[in-house]
């Protein structure tokens, strides 16, 4: 039986939601992961990854940044902000957590259809997420980040005028055929015009991106 996504959520939405660390993202269709809006201002994102090779197992990836763009790391944008927790936890620790002697083992996974496995990924979660916002350096250079700061920005535009946006007399040429992951209309419109205004990279996938993240942004902000 080959796992997937909804079965993964299933068996670890409420372990992580126990640990009060990520809203799941499923409360717009969005996208199937889970995120949390940091004292700092920053997003807190984990995305779950289900392997093509190996049909039981998963991983996840963190995403720590001033914007829900999962996994953005182009321009000036940290690398170190896209990260599996493996990379994250020392070499005994990955002794512990991984249960072998390779030292140097840090893209790991684990098993979906296995209670125990299950149960240790929620471990490197609780042992790892912390780690990212608690690094100062890391946080700094995402503020100094030219490339996020744009992100912010336009998601903030977004969300400030999208509930006026009607009444703005605009062409839109970038609109998507039809609805995607359930976001509203205006959403795009709004993505548009704002991309359109500020004198961004304009085309049908920078509008569905912008209005994906700024959406994304909105309903965690009012959590």
């Given at each position: 039986m080959k796992l997937t996504k909804a079965k993964l959520i299933s068996k670890v939405k409420a372990p992580l939601?126990?640990?009060?660390?990520?809203?799941?993202?499923?409360?717009?269709?969005?996208?199937?992961d889970f995120s949390r809006k940091l004292e700092n201002g920053f997003y807190l994102s984990l995305g779950l990854t289900i392997s093509r090779f190996i049909e039981n197992a998963f991983t996840g990836t963190f995403y720590y940044s001033k914007t829900t763009s999962w996994?953005?790391?182009w321009g000036d944008i940290p690398e170190e902000s896209y990260i599996r927790p493996g990379f994250?936890?020392?070499?005994?620790?990955?002794?512990?957590?991984?249960?072998?002697?390779?030292?140097?083992?840090?893209?790991?996974?684990?098993?979906?259809?296995?209670?125990?496995s299950i149960a240790s990924f929620i471990e490197v979660i609780k042992l790892t997420e912390s780690r990212l916002f608690e690094n100062t350096l890391l946080?700094?250079?995402?503020?100094?980040?030219?490339?996020?700061?744009?992100?912010?920005?336009?998601?903030?535009?977004?969300?400030?005028?999208?509930?006026?946006?009607?009444?703005?007399?605009?062409?839109?040429?970038?609109?998507?055929?039809?609805?995607?992951?359930?976001?509203?209309?205006?959403?795009?419109?709004?993505?548009?015009?704002?991309l359109k205004e500020q004198n961004g990279i304009l085309n049908k996938n920078t509008v569905k991106n912008l209005a994906s993240d700024a959406f994304i942004q909105s309903i965690i902000d009012n959590l």
């Open positions: 939601e126990a640990l009060d660390m990520y809203i799941l993202r499923n409360q717009c269709p969005v996208r199937k996994g953005a790391v994250l936890i020392t070499a005994e620790e990955r002794k512990i957590y991984f249960d072998t002697e390779n030292e140097k083992l840090r893209d790991y996974w684990w098993d979906g259809f296995d209670d125990s946080t700094k250079r995402i503020e100094d980040s030219l490339s996020v700061s744009q992100l912010k920005n336009y998601a903030d535009e977004v969300k400030k005028l999208v509930s006026g946006i009607e009444k703005l007399n605009f062409t839109y040429s970038y609109l998507p055929d039809k609805k995607i992951d359930g976001i509203p209309i205006q959403w795009f419109k709004t993505s548009e015009y704002v």
